[in-house]
């Protein structure tokens, strides 16, 4: 089942604590049904191995840290694997990809590892977007 993949995003201008994760409130396409999103916790939960492109975007309207903004991919691995991006500026487009090699059972969450809290900015549709794109067999 490869090109098949999971789409959502964030229409709702959030304020995230540091450390919290990125909530999606709309599906956009959902047609791998290895690839299962809770929105209780905002976890990505993969069923089956194999090898995975996320791409993925947050928009910020303001950083209360001392430092721009930074929103990470962060796996439940044993030691918790981080795919960072971030701006030094506070207000704007963040955006990040992953290529995971999973194992079945393997998750992740999008956070912010801001030093600080993140409002995401009410001036745009869209404040927030994911994708996940199975591209084959793990290896």
Known sequence: ????????????????????????NETILNDDPNVIYNP????FTFAQEGKYY?????VTK???GTSG???????NDTQPVY???GSGIKTGEISGFAILDVTAGLSFTLRN???????LNDNVTVNA???????GVAG
């Open 1 to 24: 089942m490869f090109d098949s993949g999971l789409q959502l995003q964030n229409t709702i201008a959030d304020f995230i604590l540091s450390g919290n994760v990125v909530f999606f």
């Open 40 to 43: 209780a916790d905002s976890t």
């Open 54 to 58: 996320v791409s993925w975007f947050v």
């Open 62 to 64: 303001t950083s209360l």
């Open 69 to 75: 903004p930074s929103f990470a991919i962060v796996t």
């Open 83 to 85: 795919y960072t991006a």
């Open 113 to 119: 590892v801001t030093n600080g809290d993140v409002r």
């Open 129 to 135: 977007g994911l994708a996940v794109v199975n591209i």
